[in-house]
């Protein structure tokens, strides 16, 4: 474990994307949204078999999903 202090929200997501980007690094999906238990669908206005607590952090510079 490493954890990393949250300062801002342009830090939070760019561990968001982190996250769902390591499912397409690690060669499972070629979309993070395309992973069902992914919640990168979720943010793209999509559901998962998951219920998540999106965050609504009022800036999304550095989340891009592409």
Known sequence: NHPVEL???SWINQKLKYIHDNL???G??????AYLYSSASNYLGGETLL???RLE???N???VLT
Do not use: A, N, T
């Open 7 to 9: 300062i801002s929200p």
């Open 24 to 26: 397409v690094r690690g």
């Open 28 to 33: 499972i999906v070629s979309q993070p949204e």
């Open 51 to 53: 219920d998540i607590d």
């Open 57 to 59: 952090l009022g800036s």
């Open 61 to 63: 510079e550095g989340f």
